[in-house]
């Protein structure tokens, strides 16, 4: 598939919520050892709002998909993360316009401004050990393999992604609750930049289908 459009990116958002709904204690054990224990349960509410809002009005373009799951989770989610995922999917759905669907260069800029917004929103860099270390590697990856098409954007995205989260574990985290921890946030897992992962897992495996 070389375009996603509105149902497509529908079907990933699905598969995000499930993936959330399966890793949701894993998250939320990731949180309780270097925050408030509760990024599980709360992407997890957050995402089941989202495809309830996608089942009752389903919309017809990629750009109003991430729009309504962006409104959905800053509604639902209270923490750092509702606020920094509903920024990205607002982001992207800016981004996005009216277009009837998106192609390579289509997702990679709005991957590019979708991780623009959780920079601002969450006043983080690069080696902060967040989510958006994840995303930002995705980003990268995504615009080098623009001329490769959109299943391959997706693929590059998702190993960057995974690549990212696997290597900010032995770093100390410097935004966020984690970052009160100081030095003894070294060697945990992030757990905003574990369910970032999965989101762009869900992605490539809409292009693998
Ligand atoms: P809260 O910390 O409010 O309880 P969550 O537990 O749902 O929110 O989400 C925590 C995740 O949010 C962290 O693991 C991190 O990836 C991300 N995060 C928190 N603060 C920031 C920030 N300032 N910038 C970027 N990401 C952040
Ligand atoms: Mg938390
Ligand atoms: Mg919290």
């Given at each position: 598939?070389?375009?996603?459009?509105?149902?497509?990116?529908?079907?990933?958002?699905?598969?995000f919520q499930q993936a959330v709904q399966r890793d949701r204690d894993l998250l939320t054990d990731l949180d309780t050892a270097v925050g408030d224990g509760d990024h599980g349960t709360n992407l997890d509410r957050g995402m089941r709002a989202a495809v309830?809002?996608?089942d009752a009005t389903p919309p017809d373009t990629p750009g109003a998909v991430f729009n309504l799951v962006g409104r959905r989770l800053v509604s639902t989610v209270g923490g750092a993360s509702g606020a920094l995922y509903?920024?990205?999917?607002?982001?992207?759905a800016k981004a996005a316009g009216a277009a009837p669907e998106l192609?390579?260069?289509g997702f990679a800029a709005v991957l590019r401004d979708a991780t623009t917004g959780i920079a601002e929103r969450g006043k983080c860099a690069a080696g902060d050990k967040t989510m958006y270390d994840v995303w930002t590697a995705a980003s990268a990856a995504a615009d080098a393999a623009l001329g490769d098409g959109l299943a391959a954007v997706l693929a590059a995205a998702s190993i960057a992604a995974d690549a990212a989260e696997q290597q900010l574990v032995p770093w100390q985290a410097r935004r966020g609750r984690a970052s009160y921890l100081g030095e003894r946030s070294e060697g945990h897992r992030d757990p905003g930049a574990v369910s970032s992962r999965l989101l762009f897992d869900c992605f490539a495996a809409w292009a693998a289908a």
């Open positions: 598939a070389e375009r996603l459009a509105a149902t497509d990116v529908t079907a990933v958002f699905r598969g309830e809002a996608l509903g920024t990205a999917f607002l982001r992207a192609d390579a260069a």
